[in-house]
């Protein structure tokens, strides 16, 4: 089968300007994320490594299924507060985790 040279080069040439397009699309969007992250990483000073160092020491907390059972994940449930003091502490605010912590606990005495 024989092709018009001038219409094959010209299916070649759309295409590449197709993959040049969406290529530098691609970069923009890396860029962006990038900029995002080095704005956490310097001038808020969020330490990814430390984040997941601190998620591999939060201990395992057994709740019993008569207590789960009676408190569901609706917003300040016993086990939404035990999630928050768990967020709060990975995320590097041990006094916020040692303040929800309180909270569970005077839920716990209070109810259990």
Do not use: Q
Not at 20 to 30: D, G, L, T
Not at 61 to 77: C, I, Q
Not at 97 to 112: G, I, Q, S, T, Y
């Amino acid at each position: 089968m024989l092709h018009d040279g001038g219409d094959a080069l010209a299916l070649g040439i759309d295409h590449l300007r197709g993959e040049v397009h969406r290529a530098n699309v691609v970069a923009n969007k890396c860029k962006i994320a990038l900029e995002a992250f080095d704005y956490l990483t310097d001038p808020i000073g969020i330490d990814i490594n430390d984040i997941f160092g601190r998620w591999r020491e939060v201990p395992r907390v057994f709740v019993p299924l008569s207590v789960s059972n009676k408190h569901g994940a609706e917003r300040g449930s016993l086990n939404d507060l035990l999630d928050d003091a768990v967020r709060a502490y990975v995320c590097g605010a041990p006094t916020a985790a040692v303040a929800v912590c309180r909270a569970v606990l005077e839920m716990v005495v209070k109810d259990h």
